[in-house]
């Protein structure tokens, strides 16, 4: 069975091992198989016929949270997120291994309000303690702040599972760039459901597509879209690459983190007039903005002037949450989550910053406050009076 990827790509691995310190399933379990190198030789053994697509070259691929920490360190320049994506794709269109149950949980992201309703009935259920233990979650809201929009300078995306759980970090982007004097224009969530990355990332590529086209249509004109979901805006960014269009590669072209745009433009934020917070922050540089998009920079250039920030000491290692993977796979995610989780707990500060939802969701399950970068800065700009440290814990 010939495997979707690039044969060229998949050659390109020397299987020199460098990859292998950088790669989080590979730290915890020391395991070959779970790694990038393992990873490729299986794939190479199916796309040569050495072996099928069965039920332990699933777990090898499964397993893989999808960082792409392995594709930015490698010297040989392997393109590990393609690799892993194609394969997938082949495992999707010749096999079980996405079930029906998550094919309509993913159908669901697609279907705002009713997301929106499922995710209150979810959070009712919390409260009258209805959800197992077992499942790793922080507090859900009951309520949601509305949004409204300030201007048309820039667009800003909204998504779907972020809009649900975290729109008060919408609220606070929205503030924070009229503070800047940019004026926010809001998609209709009906038009714009779900950037599509979870299903992309599931191998399932024909949806992925059809939400890509579903998205660039909600975005009419030539205004920049700003994205405060690290996650979402590597996935807005690929869609050139996605759809292999010149209007799509347009699209892409107009997409920035919004921490990224705002850094180039920080002379128009207020910062003499903003609070110095008087605690510490360590900052968790999400895979896709580190990895992907290499914008983590942009947010300690936003942070510095407001709050002392604290670095963490893991290089960048994953914390796990791997857009659906922690729910996934709890186990491995639990494990990779521990090693982040000391290395916050190392820096000493009560607040971590993280610039995905994901990845904030994720650490917030285990009793860490985690924040948006933007919550921070807003906060600073309304003069610090807000969530002390440890208010805002799963
Ligand atoms: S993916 Fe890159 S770093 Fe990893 S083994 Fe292959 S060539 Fe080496
Ligand atoms: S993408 Fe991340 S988890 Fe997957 S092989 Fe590469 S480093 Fe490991």
């Known amino acids: 069975m010939a495997l979707r990827v690039d044969e060229e790509e998949l050659v390109t691995c020397v299987s020199c091992g460098l990859c292998l310190p950088h790669c989080p399933t590979y730290r915890v379990t020391g395991d070959e198989s779970a790694s990038p190198r393992g990873r490729i030789a299986a794939m190479r053994a199916v796309q040569h016929g050495a072996a099928g697509l069965d039920a332990e070259f699933t777990r090898y691929m499964d397993e893989c949270v999808q960082c792409r920490a392995c594709e930015a360190v490698c010297p040989s ?22 079930p029906r149950w998550q094919r309509l949980g993913y159908r669901a992201l697609t279907h705002h309000r009713a997301l929106l309703a499922g995710s209150r009935a979810l959070a009712l259920a919390q409260r009258l303690h209805l959800v197992p233990s077992r499942v790793s979650l922080p507090r859900l809201p009951l309520r949601r702040p509305p949004l409204r929009p300030t201007g048309d300078d820039v667009w800003l995306f909204t998504g779907c599972v972020m809009d649900a759980w975290q729109r008060p970090v919408h609220a606070a982007v929205i ?13 209709d969530p009906r038009a714009a459901p779900c950037c599509g990355a979870l299903h992309h990332h599931a ?18 004109g030539e205004a920049p879209v700003l994205v405060d979901s690290a996650g979402c805006g590597a996935a807005l960014k690929d869609y ?7 209007d799509a590669a347009r699209f892409s072209a107009r997409v920035f983190d919004v921490h990224e745009w705002l850094a180039a433009r920080r002379d128009r934020l207020p910062l003499d007039d903003a609070t110095q917070l008087p605690w510490p922050v360590a900052v968790h540089d999400p895979c896709h903005l580190r990895h992907v998009q290499h914008a983590q920079d942009a947010v300690r250039v936003l942070l510095a002037p407001v709050v002392e920030l604290r ?14 993977y922690a729910a996934l796979h709890p186990e491995l995610a639990g494990e990779i989550r521990a090693r982040k989780l000391e290395a916050i707990a190392r820096t000493g500060a009560p607040i971590v910053v993280s610039a995905n939802p994901g990845c904030a969701l994720h650490l917030a399950a285990a009793g860490v406050d985690a924040r948006h970068p933007l919550e921070v800065l807003d906060e600073a700009l309304a003069g610090g009076s807000a969530d002390r440290p440890g208010s805002r814990h799963g």
């Open 175 to 187: 503030r924070v760039l009229d503070a800047a004097g940019v004026g926010v224009a809001l998609p």
């Open 311 to 324: 670095e963490l000491d893991d290089d960048g290692l994953c914390c796990g949450a791997g857009g659906a």
């Open 77 to 98: 320049a392997v393109q590990f997120g393609h690799l892993m994506t194609g394969a997938r794709e082949t495992l999707a269109a010749e096999t079980h291994y996405v």
């Open 240 to 246: 050139g690459e996605l759809l292999g269009t010149d």
């Open 203 to 220: 191998g399932l590529a024909a949806e992925a597509r059809a939400l890509a086209h579903r998205v660039m249509g909600a975005f009419p």
